[in-house]
Each structure stands twice: as C-alpha cells, then as structure tokens.
C-alpha cells in the first residue's frame, strides 16, 4: 500500500462545479504540499500545509493531522483548471517528499 | 525572481544511447532535487543535493545514471546507456530550506526512448 493516496484518480467536472479531492496518508508528517501540474509536465506548488486551512483565490486546502488526511477544493471550476493536481507530505523529521498518484482533472466548458 | 530552469525541454534518443538534462535552479536556493515521473505516476526522488553535496541518493541507479552539482548552483543528470523504462518526465525542483520547505520545480524534460 503507498503511503500516499489520492482519490479519486480522474474526475470531470462541469464548468462551475464545485470540486474536492481528497488525500490520505499513513505516516507521521511535518507538511504536505498540493502541487498543480499541466499537461507538458511543469509543476507548481500551490500550497504547503501544516495544520487547518489555507485558501487562495478559488482553491481552499485543508489538513486533519489527526485523522491523517487533507483535501483540495476547487470552488467555481473553469477549464484552465484542467490540470493533474497531486499530494505530497514530508515525513516527520524528514527532508524529502513522497508522493500521491495524482487525480487527473478535466473541467469541460 | 525567475524560477527554476531546465533544458531541453524534449528529447528522443534510441536506447543504448546516452543524455544529459540540466538544471539552474533559483538564485540562493541550496537545495536541488531531481526527480523521475514516469506517465500516469507520481514523481520519484532520484537525488537530492545540499549546495554541492550529495544528501540522498538511495533510488538513483547507479549503474547508469549519474548526477552533479559541481558549484553548488547549476546541476547535469545523465544517463549513459539509456533503457526504453528511462522513458519519463524529469523534473529538477529547489528549495531555500534543507528540507521541508515549499519547492519550486521546473518545467520539465520529456524523454522518450526508441
């Protein structure tokens, strides 16, 4: 089993609908990042969390330490939002990230 | 303040052949990862550098690839000979922290092996 999973692995979506995905993870962190990459590979990092919520624009991320588990909301979907969006944690007193699968988002006009 | 780049950005090569990807990551940032994302995949750590020291590579395969940061700013990943499983993206990310901090990746070179 991989220490990190997200779910789903593709979702479509109607231009502005509302949108979660979700991660779950099996070990100790001291931070997870959610991280957007288009088709052609370029990956930005959209937030990095270690406890609550963070929002910016029409992305909210939050983050349940206890029950080790984030999720990415995506409010008023628009195509530019098509992307694959993936979840990585630093483990406790580590200094590498390890990585979710992706979930493959397709929001259609 | 410009972000991490790489180049080429593609490159087709037939197996046994060799290549080379490089990498500026941001100004000052003292950290340099490279990563193997393999289609459909998460990406995977190859190596990690701390200024021009070698922090982790435990799933780089020695055999045939090999990486440097010489100056402790730019860096070279090679492959010399190259399988048709090299086929992926590899991305160079940095960050200002030795770990646990936000990185900011590259966009990328796509290899495809014939």
């Known amino acids: 089993k991989n220490e990190v999973e997200q779910s789903p692995q593709n979702l479509t979506a109607q231009e502005g609908e509302f949108i979660t995905i979700n991660c779950s993870y099996s070990?100790?962190?001291?931070?997870l990042h959610w991280l957007q990459q288009h088709p052609g590979g370029g990956i930005v990092s959209l937030f990095m969390?270690?406890?609550g919520k963070k929002k910016h624009g029409r992305l909210i991320a939050t983050i349940n330490i206890q029950e080790k588990h984030s999720s990415l909301h995506i409010t008023a979907s628009h195509p530019r939002d098509s992307a694959v969006y993936i979840c990585?944690?630093?483990?406790?007193?580590?200094?590498?990230?390890?990585f979710g699968g992706g979930t493959r988002v397709l929001v259609k006009p | 303040e410009a972000g991490v780049a790489q180049s080429p950005r593609y490159k087709i090569i037939e197996k046994r052949q060799s290549v080379a990807f490089w990498c500026n990551p941001i100004?000052?940032?003292?950290?340099l990862y490279w990563y193997q994302q393999i289609l459909g995949q998460g990406p995977k750590l190859l190596i990690q550098?701390?200024?021009?020291?070698?922090?982790?590579d435990s799933q780089l395969p020695k055999d045939r690839f090999s990486a440097e940061r010489l100056k402790g700013v730019d860096s070279t990943l090679k492959i010399q000979p190259a399988k048709l499983e090299d086929s992926a993206v590899y991305l160079c990310?940095?960050?200002?922290?030795?770990?646990?901090?936000?990185?900011?990746f590259g966009d990328g070179t796509r290899l495809s092996i014939l």
């Open positions: 070990v100790g962190i001291s931070a």
């Open positions: 100004s000052g940032h003292a950290t």
């Open positions: 990310a940095s960050s200002s922290n030795h770990g646990g901090g936000t990185q900011h």
């Open positions: 550098f701390q200024n021009n020291g070698v922090v982790d």
């Open positions: 969390l270690s406890s």
């Open positions: 990585a944690v630093y483990k406790a007193a580590g200094n590498k990230l390890t």
